[in-house]
Structure formats: C-alpha cells, structure tokens
C-alpha cells in the first residue's frame, strides 16, 4: 500500500524540483477584445479550429466578413499562407515509395485591436511521416488524411499558445 502512494508522490516531487508547472489554460484578457480569425481560405478548417479554440477560452470572436472597415475595431488573428507539401522518403529495391514525409508549413501574426502587432509574421513547420504500403491502396488515402487532421491539430495547439504567450506577455 505505501509502495502505491510512494510512486506518485516522488514522481510529483521530482517534476516540482526540476521545476514544472503545468502550462494552463489559454486566457484572452477582456480588454484585448473580440478577434477576427482570417485566412486566405475562407474554408479553412484550421481557421475555424482556431475561431472554436478561442471561443472556449472565452474570448469573443468575430466572423472575419463582418470585421470589415465598418466594423468596430477588433483584433485579428491572420492566417496568411497554409501549405501542404508530400514528398517520398525511402524507396525500395523496385523504386517504389515505401516512406511518405508530409509536411505543414502555417504563416500567421496577431495584430491588436488600434493596430499594433502583438505578434510579428512568423511560420510554423511540422512534419510527420508513415509507411506507405502499394498493395493497400484504400488505406493509404485515409492514413494521409489522418496525418493530416493530426498535424492541423497540432499546428492550432502551437498558434494559440504562441498567441497566448503575446497576451500574457502585457
């Protein structure tokens, strides 16, 4: 039985003396205002992602169309290039693909609601690979976009907590 609590208990300990703190939760002070979420593609799923993302943390946001010049001022949060690039990794003895790398390169920056840039234009990059397997043809398309719906996932995390280290950085 003391086996049992004795593990957790240095495991907290140790993560408490390296010096680890859990990173919280994303806060949009009030005053910052609502925010526009833009893209070059106005069907973008990462845009909408983000919009969603930011709504939970409880930050108003504002439908990009409606941000307008006859709009009150807001902040907006453009995404400005989004591009997917695949390309082969390994081949085997036969030249055939056997390694697949995808990669996903997002520019963005934030820009308050008087204009001025919380966050300068910076790009993002992730990358993932998979094994691509010829004779499963049907799968192959879906593990793509499986990759691909991780990687957008991934590329939101990394945009909001780099905006929230803007925010917080008041």
């Avoid at 919280?24 to 910052?32: D, N, R, S």
């Avoid at 001022?73 to 056997?98: G, M, N, Y």
């Avoid at 790009?123 to 593990?143: K, M, Q």
Wanted: net charge negative; charged share 25%.
């Amino acid at each position: 039985m003391r086996a049992r609590l004795l593990v957790p208990v240095l495991a907290a300990a140790l993560a408490v003396g390296c010096g680890f703190a859990p990173r919280g939760a994303l806060k949009v002070p009030a005053e910052f205002g609502a925010i526009a979420v833009t893209a070059a593609d106005p069907y973008s799923p990462l845009a909408d992602g983000l919009r969603r993302s930011l709504e939970r943390a409880g930050a108003p946001t504002v439908d990009a169309a409606s941000a307008g010049a006859a709009a009150p001022a807001t902040a907006r949060l453009a995404i400005t290039s989004e591009v997917w690039e695949t390309r082969p990794l390994s081949v085997d003895a036969f030249v055939a693909v056997r390694e697949i790398e995808t990669r996903y390169r997002v520019t963005f920056d934030l820009v308050d609601a008087a204009g001025s840039k919380r966050l300068e234009q910076q790009t993002i990059e992730l990358t993932r690979d998979f094994v691509y397997e010829a004779a499963e043809s049907f799968g192959n398309p879906g593990e793509q976009e499986i990759v691909q719906q991780e990687l957008r996932r991934d590329m939101q995390a990394a945009i909001l907590r780099r905006v929230d280290l803007a925010l917080r950085a008041e």
